[in-house]
Each structure stands twice: as structure tokens, then as C-alpha cells.
């Protein structure tokens, strides 16, 4: 069989499939549909300070080609979690991400901190990016002055890997790697949810209560695809990519883009069990294809002269 293993940022993996954050919960829930060690890491629902009861309902509705949600963060705060799901989550034979987010810098760091001593922690992915809070301003992950101000705290704050999840709610999704990249992250998550909305004419209603969302699926994928490539390009540090991904074909297509990892979201609300079986598939098709290794593929990219000339392209 191909070897899956990958290195990213530190994290030494048995292959490159992850959960998306806000998936599947923390982790516990995951485990009646599929083996928390078939991940090459788990990464938890965002955690916040205090715990947050999330958006007015209704907070996630469905469309034509994937979901919109505006769950607004709904946790029970970072005691809860290292209370009651970071002892179990130690015993899962995982590696464990778990996602930080925060109203100010300050929450950001004082959280990092706090999971600093946390050992069933292997790495934090820093939510800079989620569309559902602060009015959907996303006042972190749309300007690379703050951006990297966050990320330049939280290093402060932690030994373990960050990870910054960015927006694609931006012009220059560049940029802002760049700006996480000078502020201490070792690697970046691209990419969060789109802003989107549905109304139903009938009722003149909006379908989510907070009337926009994130826009999430399998519609997203372009989009994801040419955001992580985009973040390959303008940065040294790993990059994840994330959205849209369904399949073991979907994942090849962003580790040749130069993606290091992959995230399964959306995707498992149709299949909760299928993460479990992306990296033997993956693998799989690696061997038919005639490759040994996963990360023979990493990086692959064949980008002849002319797409380079595309105007606007990142150089
Ligand atoms: C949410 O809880 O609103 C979604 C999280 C995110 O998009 O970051």
C-alpha cells in the first residue's frame, strides 16, 4: 500500500485526512460513526472563553449544492472542554487540534495559553475567520494588520504548532497569509465558509435567522482550491486545505496544489462514517496510479507559462 504519512508543521501524521472544525463536534461524538485513529488529525469545534449558546435559529439551512450555517460559535467554553472532553480525546489515539476563537486579541492569547499545558492538545488552528459572529465583520481575517497581530500573540502565548483558518471573504487571501506567516503561525487552514444567504420568496423570509451565513460543500471546492493554492504560492509554512472535499480525488486535487493536509467537512453531514475511509481510498488510488507515496504528490503542479500570465494570478 502507498504511505500516507505526512509531516505538517512538526506533526508527524499517519496521513493526511482531518476533520473540519465544526463537524463533528469535539470529537466524542465522532466516534459512533467512525475510529478517531483512522484521522491523521482530529480538530475540534471552535473553543471559546465563556461559553457561547450560538445564533437564534434557524442556524443552518440547506441549498442546492451544499449548506449555509450560522451557528455563531455555539461552545461551553474552554473549563468545559478541558474538563470533560480533552481526558477522553487524550485516550483516542489521535492527534488533536483544537480550534480557538475569540472577540479580541486578548482571548485569542489567554486561550492558547490556557491549552499550552494541555498535553492531549498536539496543535491549536486559530479561528480568524468565522463569518457568524461580530456581525459577520470578520474583523481578523480581513485585515493582515490584525491577522498578524493575532498570530503574533498567540506564538507568544503557546510552544505548540498554530495554525491560522483563514477567510476566502477577502480580495488577496496572499496577503493575509503573508501577514500570519510574519506573526509566528506554522501553517494556515484554507479555507473557512463563504458568505451567503437564501431567502424564500414566498415569505419574503431569509432562511437563517442572523439573514447570512457560511456557505460551505461541494460548490465551494474551485474556490477552495484556487485559495489554498493561492496561500502555497505566498508563503513558506504548510497550508491545509479545506472545502469542498468529498473524496479521495478531491483531496489529490489540493495536495497537488501543494497542500500538505486535507479537511473533510461538509461532506460527512451526508456520510458521517466516510472520513473514516478517505486515507485507505486515497491509498488505494495512489497504488493504481502507480505512486508510492502520498507525498509524491505534494507540490505537483504542472503550471505552464500562459496560466501563469492569467491576470490577476497570484506570481
Ligand atoms: C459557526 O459556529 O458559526 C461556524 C464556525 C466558523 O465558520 O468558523
Known sequence: MASMAVTVAGLELANPVMSASGT???????????PLS????????????????????????????????????ENRGIDAYVRDVLPDMARAEVTVITNIGG????????????????????????????PNVQGGKLPFSTSPAMAESVMRR?????????????SPNVSDIGEIARAVEAGGAD???????????RVDWRTRRPALNTIQGGYSGIAIKPVALRSAWTCVRAVKIPVIGC???????????????????VQFGTASFTDPSRIAHLADEMSTLL???????????????????????VPGAPS
Do not use: Q
Request: net charge negative; glycine share 10%.
Open 154 to 166: 498567540v506564538r507568544a502565548a503557546t510552544k505548540k504548532p498554530i495554525f491560522a483558518k483563514l
Open 24 to 34: 463533528y463536534g469535539h470529537g466524542l461524538e465522532m466516534r459512533h460513526f467512525a
Open 243 to 261: 472545502g469542498g472535499i468529498g473524496s479521495p480525488e478531491d483531496a489529490f486535487e489540493f495536495l497537488v496544489v501543494g497542500c500538505r493536509a
Open 38 to 73: 483512522s484521522l491523521g488529525a482530529w480538530v475540534s469545534k471552535t473553543v471559546t472563553k465563556k461559553p457561547r449558546p450560538g445564533n437564534p435559529l434557524p442556524r443552518i439551512c440547506e441549498t442546492e449544492a451544499g449548506f449555509l450555517n450560522s451557528i455563531g460559535l
Open 103 to 130: 472577540e479580541s486579541v486578548e482571548d485569542f492569547a489567554e486561550l492558547a495559553e490556557r491549552l499550552d499545558s494541555e498535553a492531549a492538545v498536539a496543535a491549536l488552528e486559530v479561528n480568524l475567520s468565522c
Open 187 to 197: 501553517g494556515i487552514t484554507a479555507i473557512n465558509t463563504l458568505l451567503g444567504m
Open 287 to 309: 497504488d493504481r496510479a502507480g505512486l508510492a507515496a502520498v507525498t509524491d504528490l505534494i507540490g505537483t503542479l504542472h503550471a505552464s507559462a500562459a496560466v501563469a500570465k
